[in-house]
């Protein structure tokens, strides 16, 4: 598993990571863009371990956040004051963000990056809470709303059915929004011959970062379909769009980490990880391994049958969009129910608090 150490205190911060996370030219350069006031070092030991240490007579956060932003590419919001932002009574777009756990992050980078890009245009922010661990006190000035817990599918259709706007925005809380025209690009696509816009198409699957649609629109094809508890509900989604003839556009400018919510919800380091995911210190290659790992953990604990569960009934109802014949489809179902059956005893085939809670305490890194 990677090992890596990160301690803020005072005026001064320490990192400790395998030497392959970072190129020494990119660190070298991005040391050379920090303030002056900021001393900054780092070396190699012979355990191949790359410390990064910083020391300044300022603000020691505004330092990590502006350096790591600078080593990894990422776009800095974390100094942008949004404080005299309002929701406006008359949103043209309603910003939903699905906040589950990953509250500094949101916080310090989403919203900012969402109320500095959006050039002046009417907007509502609705956090949807559906999670653990999170201070809300900074969410409760835009709209704050609490839903089940964990439950994906539900948390999105609830922040839309409360959405004011004409258009709805949907967010995961692991990503950025880099895009100054974002809304005037979403509104014109959306008027031609276009149904939805999204920021990422990954593996056919239109991802929330964010999402844009017409409300009307989404409420129409039924929302997220909330058989989905926690995940694949967007890749439902995605085919529900396309089964109805309807086009995506990938077409929105952001950085989304992604699986960070996988990471904080499966690792038992949670709050050393959610504060070094806040201060954008890991790059998006290593938060994909830690994803890949925490997710392929959780299936050796039992979630591959809730999967199994989930593509069945996904199956059933693209059948059209997914196979090209009916042996194919017919082996697929074959395959999934036997491995159902195998694991017919689990408890994960109940998906539910406790057993969630369970697969958290079980999970070490």
Not at 85 to 94: A, L, Q, Y
Not at 224 to 241: A, H, K, P, Q, V
Not at 251 to 272: A, K
Not at 307 to 331: G, P
Request: glycine residues 6%; negative net charge.
């Amino acid at each position: 598993m990677i090992d890596f150490s990160f301690r803020v205190e005072s005026n001064e911060f320490i990192f400790r990571c395998p030497s392959y996370f970072y190129d020494l030219n990119i660190i070298k350069r991005a040391v050379l863009e920090v303030k002056e006031d900021a001393r900054i070092s780092y070396d190699v030991d012979p355990g191949n371990v790359l410390n990064i240490k910083g020391k300044t007579e300022g603000d020691v956060d505004a330092l990590v956040h502006h350096l790591f932003a600078q080593i990894n590419n990422y776009p800095i919001y974390f100094d942008y004051d949004y404080s005299p932002f309002v929701n406006s009574e008359k949103p043209i777009v309603s910003c939903i963000i699905l906040l589950t756990c990953n509250d500094l992050f949101v916080k310090n980078h989403l919203i900012p990056s969402i109320i500095k890009n959006s050039g002046g245009y009417p907007i509502e922010i609705i956090t949807v809470f559906n999670g653990f661990g999170c201070d809300l006190g900074a969410f409760k000035r835009f709209e704050l709303i609490e839903s089940d817990f964990l439950w994906v599918s539900r948390a999105y259709n609830q922040g839309v059915k409360s959405a004011r706007g004409e258009y709805v925005a949907i967010f995961h809380d692991d990503c950025i929004l880099d895009d100054k025209e974002w809304i005037q690009k979403a509104i014109y696509t959306l008027n031609n011959d276009i149904y939805a816009m999204t920021g990422e198409l990954r593996n056919g699957t239109a991802k929330c970062t964010p999402l844009v649609m017409r409300k009307k629109d989404y409420l129409q094809l039924g929302g997220f379909d909330e058989f989905y508890f926690s995940g694949n509900e967007d890749r439902d989604f995605t085919y529900t769009i396309y089964s109805n003839g309807k086009k995506i556009m990938e077409n929105i400018n952001s950085v989304h980490f992604q699986g960070v919510s996988t990471i904080l919800l499966l690792s038992s380091n949670y709050e050393d990880f959610k504060k070094t995911i806040s201060y954008n210190i890991l790059p998006l290659n290593i938060l994909k391994t830690l994803n890949e790992f925490y997710l392929r953990e959780a299936f050796n604990k039992g979630v591959k049958v809730v999967m199994a569960k989930y593509m069945l009934y996904f199956n059933d109802k693209f059948k059209r969009l997914v196979f090209n014949s009916e042996e194919q489809y017919n082996y697929e179902k074959a395959r999934l129910i036997k491995l159902m059956e195998e694991n017919r005893d689990s408890p994960f085939l109940e998906m539910n608090i406790k057993n969630i809670s369970g697969l958290l305490a079980s999970i070490k890194t």
